[in-house]
């Protein structure tokens, strides 16, 4: 499975469509020899077909399990990687108390523990080689904590709590690594044309909705800007920046003293 000599390696996990399926068919024509994951191999393979002139190892796995995310974890380990996209993602769109167990444990094993692990198993190997990229993609409801039910009645808590923590990932991770030739980045789209919301039974099509190229684009191009969260639809790009200080701020407003509001009224 390793990459021919001087190409580069990424591996993409959630390429059979949508997002993921873009990176590959963009890396692809980049230059880049490739690992695309996902559990269906049928699409995996049209993909492959796709880039005939392209390395491309089809790595069938259910990042939903243990299982699945060690396989693509030792992947991960053994390869090469210049670039990993984690990408696969499911939301399950239930309301908490009726969600299943099961599918909870679904969503966080793809969501948190993969993009987790499969950094954790890649990153050694990018330090060692002194280069590498970790794009992490999460989403702009990671941002959205603060929003009213009447605001967002659609939002789903456990699938939302994932993408915040991609985002805090990735950017304490950033922070670890910058010294040691390693980019990471938090991928963080708004509502995208893919078979997402589709698959979980949502009808989104009469949504303006961005193309999956054009958030490959952004995060491509935010890694050229040197950006850690790259938010492909803001326009005004110190808007995150501000609310990174506003949340800075929060963090060094503590202190060990008990605050005065929480004090006994004597
Ligand atoms: N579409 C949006 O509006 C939107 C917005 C913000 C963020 N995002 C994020 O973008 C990422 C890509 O989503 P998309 O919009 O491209 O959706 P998509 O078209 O449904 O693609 C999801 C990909 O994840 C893979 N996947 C799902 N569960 C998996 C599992 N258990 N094991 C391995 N692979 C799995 C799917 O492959 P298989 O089914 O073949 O396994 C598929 O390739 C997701 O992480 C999502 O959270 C999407």
Redesign the pocket.
């Known amino acids: 499975m390793s990459s021919t000599n001087s190409r580069p390696l990424a591996l993409v996990?959630?390429?059979?469509?949508?997002?993921?399926?873009?990176f590959a068919l963009r890396l692809g024509a980049l230059g880049y020899d490739l690992v695309v994951?996902?559990?269906?191999g049928e699409?995996?393979a049209e993909v492959a077909a796709q880039l005939p002139d392209v390395k491309v190892q089809a790595l069938v796995?259910?990042?939903?399990?243990l299982a699945?995310v060690e396989a693509v974890a030792d992947v991960c380990a053994r390869e090469p990687l210049s670039m990993l996209i984690n990408?696969?993602?499911?939301?399950h769109y239930m309301p908490f108390t009726d969600l299943p167990a099961d599918k909870a444990s679904?969503l966080l094993?793809?969501?948190v523990v993969?993009p987790t692990m499969l950094a954790r198993a890649a990153a050694p190997g990018m330090v060692a080689r002194g280069e590498g990229t970790i794009v992490n993609?999460?989403?702009?409801?990671g941002f959205s904590g603060p929003a009213t039910l009447e605001r967002l009645p659609l939002r789903r808590a456990v699938?939302t709590a994932?993408?915040a923590h991609i985002v805090a990932l990735s950017q304490a991770l950033h922070e670890e690594l910058k010294g040691q030739g390693v980019r990471v980045q938090a991928l963080?789209?708004?509502?995208?044309?893919?078979?997402?919301?589709e698959?979980q039974g949502f009808d989104?099509s009469a949504v303006p909705?961005m193309s999956?190229d054009d958030?490959v684009t952004a995060g491509l191009r935010g890694l050229e800007l040197g950006e850690v969260v790259c938010a492909p639809g803001v326009e005004q790009a110190d808007l995150l920046e501000t609310v990174f200080q506003a949340d800075l701020a929060a963090f060094s407003g503590q202190s060990p003293q008990l605050a005065t509001r929480y004090r006994p009224v004597s």
Request: hydrophobic fraction near 45%; include cysteine.
């Open positions: 996990t959630g390429a059979s469509s949508g997002i993921g399926r873009a994951v996902a559990r269906r699409r995996l796995a259910d990042l939903g399990t699945g990408n696969a993602g499911v939301a679904d094993h793809v969501k993969a993609v999460a989403g702009m409801l699938y994932t993408l963080c789209p708004g509502v995208v044309a893919t078979e997402f919301h698959r989104l909705r999956a958030v």
